[in-house]
């Protein structure tokens, strides 16, 4: 593990917000991170693909963020600072290393496209089985629920709200002209970089507006998903619309969507219109 041990002692040193990582933290990206590196070698996953990553310039450095199947560490990539989505696969679940696989592959295949200022930038990813990785530029403002949440009970200003918006309406105004339904836009998924300019990300259940089908066994957020996803219906682009219009709401009001009820019930009450 020479990459990790030289990131260890080195972790983004000297810029700001840095942080060295602790032992347990350099455990954990050694535990996951046995599958992509080898001491000395360049590791391009299965095969040439052009979106293939030098895993030999990969530094993994501190966990930040956690979903269901993935764990996203922030790092560095040719000096560059990264965020670095590590999946994995269960060895007990055929059908979900299966699905989890194809997730991967869809999502690389539609951010390898992607080049818009309020969309992530994509720089490259690793397909080592069980484990795979998605590598994007690493926006240090975190997401806008984290940054909403710092700034209860207050509000934040009309002209800013109106800047946020405006980059979220941008950035899926350009994922809708090429034909993508993001899905599971939310709060948690955009992201603030430098001069508050806000992104979207995870890309992880996207998928091109002629190929999404019905929404049936769809994993999404209930407290932002569109009726009809509920009801697992065919869905178009308004799904992304009626997310939006929730954001929209999160930014006036700093609060979390139905915050006074369960997921559940939230996705109850709007199935339901009640």
Same mark, same amino acid.
């Given at each position: 593990?020479?990459?990790?041990?030289?990131?260890?002692?080195? @972790?983004?040193?000297?810029?700001?917000?840095?942080? #060295? =990582?602790?032992? *347990?933290? &350099? !455990?954990?990206?050694?535990?996951?991170? %046995?599958?992509?590196?080898?001491?000395?070698?360049?590791?391009?996953?299965?095969?040439?693909?052009?979106?293939?990553?030098?895993?030999?310039?990969?530094?993994?450095? @501190?966990?930040?963020?956690?979903?269901?199947?993935? #764990? =996203?560490?922030? *790092?560095? &990539? !040719?000096?560059?600072?990264?965020?670095? %989505?590590?999946?994995?696969?269960?060895?007990?679940?055929?059908?979900?290393?299966?699905?989890?696989?194809?997730?991967?592959?869809?999502?690389?295949?539609?951010?390898?496209?992607?080049?818009?200022?309020?969309?992530?930038?994509? =720089?490259?990813?690793?397909?080592?089985?069980?484990?795979?990785?998605?590598?994007?530029?690493?926006?240090?403002?975190?997401?806008?629920?984290?940054?909403?949440?710092?700034?209860?009970?207050?509000?934040?200003?009309?002209?800013?709200?109106?800047?946020?918006?405006?980059?979220?309406?941008?950035?899926?105004?350009?994922?809708?002209?090429?034909?993508?339904?993001?899905?599971?836009?939310?709060?948690?998924?955009?992201?603030?970089?430098?001069?508050?300019?806000?992104?979207?990300?995870?890309?992880?259940?996207?998928?091109?507006?002629?190929?999404?089908?019905?929404?049936?066994?769809?994993?999404?957020?209930?407290?932002?998903?569109?009726?009809?996803?509920?009801?697992?219906?065919?869905?178009?682009?308004?799904?992304?619309?009626?997310?939006?219009?929730?954001?929209?709401?999160?930014?006036?009001?700093?609060?979390?969507?139905?915050?006074?009820?369960?997921?559940?019930?939230?996705?109850?009450?709007?199935?339901?219109?009640?």
């Amino acid at each position: 593990m020479k990459n990790l041990h030289w990131f260890k002692k080195n @972790s983004i040193k000297g810029k700001p917000g840095g942080r #060295r =990582i602790s032992l *347990g933290e &350099y !455990k954990r990206a050694v535990s996951w991170s %046995k599958y992509l590196v080898s001491p000395g070698a360049a590791i391009k996953g299965e095969g040439e693909e052009e979106w293939s990553a030098d895993m030999s310039q990969l530094f993994i450095g @501190s966990k930040f963020a956690s979903g269901r199947h993935s #764990r =996203i560490y922030r *790092g560095v &990539y !040719k000096q560059r600072d990264v965020a670095i %989505k590590l999946i994995s696969q269960p060895e007990e679940d055929e059908d979900l290393a299966a699905f989890l696989e194809k997730q991967f592959t869809s999502e690389v295949s539609l951010l390898l496209h992607l080049h818009h200022p309020n969309i992530i930038t994509f =720089i490259g990813a690793c397909k080592k089985p069980p484990v795979f990785c998605i590598i994007t530029e690493y926006l240090a403002g975190g997401s806008l629920r984290k940054y909403l949440h710092q700034r209860q009970p207050h509000s934040i200003p009309v002209q800013l709200v109106l800047k946020l918006a405006l980059d979220i309406a941008l950035g899926m105004q350009y994922l809708h002209s090429q034909g993508i339904l993001h899905r599971d836009l939310k709060s948690e998924n955009l992201l603030l970089g430098q001069d508050m300019c806000l992104k979207v990300a995870d890309f992880g259940i996207s998928c091109l507006e002629s190929q999404c089908g019905n929404a049936k066994g769809f994993i999404g957020t209930y407290r932002w998903m569109a009726p009809e996803m509920i009801k697992e219906k065919h869905h178009t682009k308004k799904v992304d619309v009626y997310s939006f219009g929730i954001v929209l709401w999160e930014l006036l009001t700093g609060l979390t969507p139905f915050h006074n009820m369960t997921p559940e019930q939230a996705a109850y009450a709007v199935s339901h219109k009640e």
